[in-house]
């Protein structure tokens, strides 16, 4: 089965600029998790979809990050305007089930630097 | 939300040694998850703990969750440079909650 795909790999942006970073989970899985590790620190999440509905965003940094999943299907986290601390590597994860022992495949990750 | 710790968090050792891997949490875990991040690439898991007491093994790789459930190791044998990398513990009901990892470099 092909994997969660992120794109771009990598995105140099200045600040004050818009990105928009893609994932596209593997197909049927319901849930979809953004998660961001900022330099030095440990992987966070970010938010959480179940299909096209946000049931947890609790970890959204603030109003400048705009998380959707039209359809239940891919998924696009964008930033808008971006600052320096936003760069880190922004990582999206899908599952099956809501606990899934299988566990939860990950993208390989967009790096995003904001200069 | 349950506080992971993991450690060491930094870890360099020679081929052939063996080592241990921490994850502790003042919470009871309903289950633990241990993935391994390789440069450049996500987390892969590498085995799901549910059971207090339950031993896994993957390989070379033996994973431990204790008996209350609020702590796991990870025990690597005779450590090879091909298992560098991030090693993470991670809890999970709708999203995972992920220790600050602990990098694995392995020299030959």
């Known amino acids: 089965e092909a994997g969660v795909t992120q794109f771009p790999s990598h995105s140099v942006i200045e600040k004050g600029q818009t990105v928009t970073l893609r994932c596209d989970p593997i197909s049927g899985h319901d849930n979809l998790y953004w998660y961001r590790r900022v330099m030095g620190k440990e992987i966070k999440f970010l938010l959480h979809?179940?299909?096209?509905?946000?049931?947890?965003e609790s970890g959204m940094p603030n109003n400048r990050f705009l998380a959707e999943r039209t359809g239940g299907t891919y998924s696009t986290l964008k930033v808008q305007p971006a600052e320096l601390e936003d760069s880190g590597v922004y990582f999206c994860?899908?599952?099956?089930?809501?606990?899934?022992?299988?566990?939860?495949?990950f993208g390989s990750g967009t790096r995003l630097t904001v200069v | 939300t349950q506080l992971l710790e993991q450690s060491p968090q930094f870890l360099s050792i020679q081929e052939g040694e063996n080592l241990t891997v921490y994850c502790n949490s003042s919470?009871?875990?309903?289950?633990l998850q241990w993935y391994r991040q390789e440069p450049g690439e996500g987390p892969v898991l590498l085995v799901t703990v549910v059971t207090g007491g339950e031993v896994k093994k993957l390989k070379r790789l033996t994973f431990q969750f204790g008996d209350a459930r609020k702590d796991s190791s990870l025990h690597i044998t005779a450590a090879q440079p091909g298992d560098t990398g991030l090693y993470l513990c991670g809890t999970s009901y709708g999203k995972l909650t992920f220790g600050q990892g602990t990098i694995l470099t392995v020299h030959p």
């Open positions: 979809f179940v299909k096209e509905s946000k049931q947890d």
């Open positions: 994860a899908s599952s099956q089930a809501l606990t899934d022992f299988r566990g939860y495949t």
């Open positions: 919470s009871v875990f309903s289950s």
